[in-house]
């Protein structure tokens, strides 16, 4: 990514999506059932968990605006110019998108997850690395993190997987 006014006016903007987007993870996770007439308590709420990640991406997402912010008030400003979106952050988004909407619950969850992490890493492998060497990175990339999440989350915490 390159410095200056193109990413002070990304980090503003991009923070102020995250920052959007935790409040509605924090706000969601507040309606969640709270299950006390069955003696939950504070830590074991369905809702405890996506709140905290929602609080932590607020607070990314804030400090992201304040280096956007910073880096205007030094004399950079936010002039129109360059996309808001980087061609990374297109083909996560969509990559994304194809593994949740397109994979999950479509194909066993351990393929969808390895097609997602290999089309992930031989996309973002430097590519000035050799083809033989990306593929090979790829593979087992995608095969290595398929077999540990498969395991992880139905030996230890017994979930079972799409």
Do not use: H
Request: proline share 6%; net charge positive.
């Amino acid at each position: 990514m390159s410095e200056g006014v193109d990413s002070a006016r990304s980090d503003l903007l991009g923070g102020a999506g995250w920052v959007g987007f935790g409040l509605l993870i924090v706000a969601e996770s507040l309606r969640m059932d709270r299950f006390t007439s069955m003696g939950a308590v504070l830590y074991t709420m369905p809702g405890f968990v996506p709140g905290m990640i929602g609080c932590v991406i607020v607070f990314l997402g804030a400090m992201l605006m304040l280096r956007g912010w910073r880096r205007t008030a030094k004399g950079q400003p936010g002039e129109p110019g360059g996309p808001v979106l980087n061609r990374r952050i297109a083909i996560t988004l969509v990559l994304c998108l194809v593994y949740a909407a397109g994979l999950i619950g479509r194909v066993p969850f351990w393929l969808a997850t390895g097609l997602f992490v290999a089309a992930f890493t031989w996309t973002f492998t430097p590519p000035e690395q050799a083809l033989p060497r990306r593929v090979l990175a790829a593979l087992v990339a995608g095969v290595l993190t398929s077999t540990v999440v498969t395991l992880v989350f139905q030996q230890v915490f017994l979930v079972r997987l799409p």
